[in-house]
C-alpha cells in the first residue's frame, strides 16, 4: 500500500516521531525537577506526583483512543489527541501551583497518548504479517533515540534557559506532529459506522479482545519483557551511581551505551527475522532474557555484581529485549482486522500498566544495592517466558496431533 520507499520512511519516521512523543515527555523535564519545585514554591516529591499523574494519564488516554479510531479511523482521533497535548504543554508554561502543573500533565499525556495507540493500528492496517515485525524494528530505531538525548537535552535548557522552555519545545514538537498528520499521514482505515460507542458495546469489544488467548499470552510476555527493561531504567542511576561510584556524566555514557544495545537489538531482529519465524524466535529469545535474568541474580546473590559483571549481563538484556519486542508486539495484534484500534489501546494499557508496577516496585524497596532492580527483571523475564511456553506448547505438533 506504500507506494514508494520514500513514502514508506517518511512514514516509518512520522510514526516512530509520534512513539517518542511519550519518552520524550517523561525524560527531558526530570533534571527541571529542582527548578520546577523552586518556580511553583513546593518540593521535588511534590513535583514528582506530576509523573504519576503523566503515567495515568498514558493508560486511561489509551483506553479512550482505542474505540475512537475503529469508529472514526486513525487521523482524527490522533489529530484531536495530538492538539491536545499542543494546549496542555502550552499550558505547563504557565502554572502557577504544583496542583495545575500535576492537572496539566495528565492532559498532556492523556493526548499525547494517541500516538501509542495510532502507529500501531496504522502499522498493521498497512502491512502484512512478515513486513509488520520489520517496521515495528524500525520504529524502535527511531524513537530509541529519545531516551538517550531526552535527559541531556533537558538538562542544558533547564540551564541555559528555564524549565518552561522544555514544555515550549514539546509544543513545538507537537504542532510539528499535528500539521504533518494532517498533510502526510494517509487514513488507512475508513469510518465504520457499524461500531457502537455505547459503553456496552465499547466493554464488549474489550472483552472480546481479552478473550482472545494469543493476545492476551502474547501481551503479557510482550509486557513483561518490557517491565524488565524499565525495572533497569528505574535502578540504574542508584546502581551506577551509589553502589559503583560513578558520575553523572559517566552515568549518562554507560546508560546511553545500554541503550544503544537495545536499539542493535530491533535492527538485529530485521537480520534474523528472515531465518526463524516470528514463533520460533521469541522462545528462544525469552529462554536468553530469562537465563540473563538469573545470572543477575546469582551474581547478585554470592556477592559478585561488579561493575563488569553487571554492565554486560545488562547489555544483553537489553539487546535480547530489542529482539524480542517488535515480534511480540506484532503476534499479540495479529489476530485482529475490525477492532485492531481497541487491542492496540488494550495492548498498551496493560503494557504501561505493568511498566509503572516495575518502576514502582524497584523504586519502593531499592536500597543502594541491585537487590531490588534484579529480583524484578528475574520475576518478569520467568512471567514472560511462562507465557511464551505455553503458547509454544500449543503451537507443537504433538499438541496439534492431540487435539
Not at 504519576?52 to 490522533?78: E, S, T
Not at 499479540?332 to 489501546?345: D, H, K, M, W
Request: proline share 4%; with cysteine.
Amino acid at each position: 500500500m506504500i507506494e514508494t520507499r520514500k513514502k514508506y520512511y517518511q512514514l516509518i519516521i512520522l510514526l516512530g516521531v509520534l512513539s517518542a512523543l511519550m519518552p520524550l515527555s517523561i525524560d527531558m523535564y526530570l533534571p527541571g525537577f529542582p527548578a520546577i519545585a523552586r518556580s511553583l514554591h513546593t518540593d521535588v516529591a511534590a513535583v514528582g506526583v506530576s509523573l504519576a499523574g503523566f503515567f495515568v494519564g498514558v493508560c486511561a488516554g489509551q483506553l479512550f483512543y482505542g474505540p475512537l479510531m475503529d469508529k472514526f479511523g486513525r487521523k482524527k482521533p490522533l489529530i484531536f489527541g495530538l492538539s491536545l497535548y499542543l494546549l496542555a504543554s502550552l499550558a505547563c508554561l504557565f502554572a502557577t501551583h504544583v496542583e495545575q502543573f500535576v492537572g496539566f500533565r495528565f492532559l498532556q499525556a492523556f493526548g499525547g497518548c494517541a500516538g501509542f495507540v495510532a502507529n500501531r493500528a496504522i502499522a498493521r492496517d498497512l502491512f502484512a504479517k512478515e513486513e509488520i515485525v520489520k517496521v515495528f524494528s524500525m520504529l524502535v530505531l527511531v524513537m530509541g533515540i529519545a531516551p538517550i538525548v531526552a535527559p541531556t537535552l533537558g538538562s542544558f535548557i533547564v540551564t541555559t534557559l528555564n524549565w518552561q522552555a522544555i514544555f515550549a519545545l514539546l509544543a513545538v514538537i507537537s504542532l510539528f506532529l499535528v500539521l504533518s498528520v494532517i498533510f502526510f499521514l494517509p487514513e488507512t482505515k475508513q469510518p465504520d459506522k457499524s461500531f457502537s460507542l455505547h459503553p456496552k458495546a465499547v466493554l464488549k469489544e474489550y472483552a472480546e479482545v481479552l478473550g482472545n488467548k494469543r493476545f492476551i499470552l502474547y501481551t503479557i510476555a510482550f509486557s513483561s519483557a518490557s517491565a524488565g527493561m524499565f525495572a533497569y531504567i528505574t535502578g540504574s542511576p542508584s546502581l551506577f551511581m551509589h553502589k559503583f561510584g560513578l558520575t553523572e556524566q559517566q552515568f549518562g555514557m554507560i546508560f546511553g551505551l545500554n541503550a544503544s544495545c537495545y536499539i542493535l537489538g530491533s535492527q538485529v531482529n530485521r537480520l534474523v527475522i528472515k531465518w526463524r519465524t516470528s514463533e520460533q524466535l521469541v522462545i528462544i529469545l525469552g529462554s536468553l532474557l530469562f537465563l540473563v535474568a538469573l545470572i543477575l541474580a546469582a551474581l547478585t546473590y554470592y556477592g559478585l555484581d561488579s561493575f563488569p559483571a553487571i554492565f554486560t549481563c545488562l547489555a544483553f538484556f537489553l539487546l535480547f529485549t530489542g529482539i524480542i519486542n517488535p515480534n511480540l508486539n506484532a503476534l499479540s495484534l495479529e489476530p485482529f482486522t475490525r477492532n485492531i484500534g481497541v487491542a492496540s489501546a488494550l495492548s498498551g494499557f496493560l503494557q504501561m500498566g505493568i511498566n509503572a508496577l516495575s518502576s514502582f516496585t524497584v523504586s519502593y524497596f531499592s536500597d543502594g544495592t541491585s537487590t531490588s532492580m534484579v529480583a524484578v527483571i528475574l520475576f518478569f523475564a520467568s512471567l514472560s517466558l511462562c507465557c511464551l511456553s505455553y503458547r509454544s506448547l500449543e503451537l507443537s505438533p504433538l499438541r496439534s496431533q492431540d487435539s
